[in-house]
């Protein structure tokens, strides 16, 4: 069997740091910004940038359905931090009236955008994440938590009592960007979850 095609969705945030990190990791990876790349790819990473904007363009773009159908069957997925938000259930304090961050229901969670307050915009550190042998350097940027897990969602990892990593049969989600960092375990899991 041919390398799974990997997309990354394309309409803003950290693509090119996505795309690097999966090649890195030995997968075959294209952007995704229109309806016939969404169809050909057979997974998709939702980069790291800001939810409300990527939720306004996927409206856009008319991708916001198609994205929702696909997931709804299944096709796997993987979101860092805004990525995250956008694969859960049920959003909180998803941004301003006319202008919010959509779930597109990936993941049956309820996450909280911005969560970790302007204090602590960004910080970083080395957290444990289930199944590696060894802690994950995380970088978090105004990073999302998890509130809430359904039943059939695993975590990942936590920090600072939160939950910051899920993962849910063929889809993944992290509050921080191991895009940012050399590791590419996190995206190893992925490519090998495929
Ligand atoms: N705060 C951003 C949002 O709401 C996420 C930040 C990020 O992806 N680094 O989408």
Redesign the pocket.
Known sequence: MSAPRIGVLALQ?DTREHLAALREAGASAATVRRLDELQAVDALVIP?????TMSHLLREFELLEPLRARLAEGMPAYG???GM?LLASEILDAGADGRQ?VPLKGIDMTVR??AFGRQVDSFEGDIAFEGLDSPVHAVF????WVERVGPDVEVLAEAAGHIVAVRQAKMLATAF?PEMTGDRRIHKLFVDML
């Open positions: 945030g790291g940038g800001e939810s409300t860092s931090c805004a938000i961050a955008r911005n940027i105004r990073a999302p960007h």
